[in-house]
């Protein structure tokens, strides 16, 4: 089974990013833990150049940093209903939208990296099939802040038109 990185598609689609560093969403110290004490941080979108002017912004993710996966709330609360997820859904303001997104913080790592290899690349890593089970999307315990996903939820994501995101292959299981 392929094992994908979830990342933003910036070769069609503009995304969000943090308005003033007061609103930026701290993941690497967060390691699928319960985030406390949230205050809603305020995104907007990211064109300076022309040719980001020109992308496509009818996006309802956006996952610009890795590990920070911004989505309309109700897809969501879909995914977590379809897959079974164990998240945290934050609001996040997005004042240039009227669809309302949410910061999708998923809950608790698995040790799903065999971690008994070498691995000169960081996109050929082999994934414990055992310890992933049925779970589509997921954090490993070696990279907390990054969030991978199965074939399975690649083509979720593509059934229920959701756009923006970009899926990099970054292993397999066994």
């Not at 390691?31 to 150049?49: D, M, Q, Y």
């Not at 099939?129 to 907390?144: A, L, W």
């Not at 959701?162 to 292993?171: A, E, S």
């Amino acid at each position: 089974m392929d094992i994908f990185e979830i990342a933003q598609n910036y070769d069609e689609f503009q995304f969000v990013l943090h308005k003033t560093d007061a609103d930026y969403i701290d993941v690497l110290d967060n390691e699928g833990e319960v985030i406390k004490n949230w205050k809603t941080p305020t995104w907007t979108i990211f064109s300076k150049t022309q040719r980001e002017k020109k992308l496509r912004r009818d996006f309802n993710a956006s996952c610009y940093l890795s590990g920070i996966l911004i989505i309309e709330e109700y897809i969501a609360n879909k995914i977590i209903s379809d897959f079974g997820v164990q998240a945290q859904l934050l609001p996040v303001s997005t004042p240039e939208f009227e669809k309302k997104f949410v910061f999708m913080n998923l809950l608790g790592t698995i040790p799903a990296i065999d971690n008994t290899r070498n691995y000169p690349e960081t996109n050929n890593f082999i994934f414990k099939e055992t310890i992933i089970g049925n779970k589509q999307i997921f954090r490993d315990s070696n990279y907390p802040s990054q969030y991978f996903c199965t074939s399975k939820f690649v083509d979720w994501i593509r059934e229920h038109s959701v756009n923006g995101l970009r899926f990099d292959k970054v292993g397999e299981t066994e």
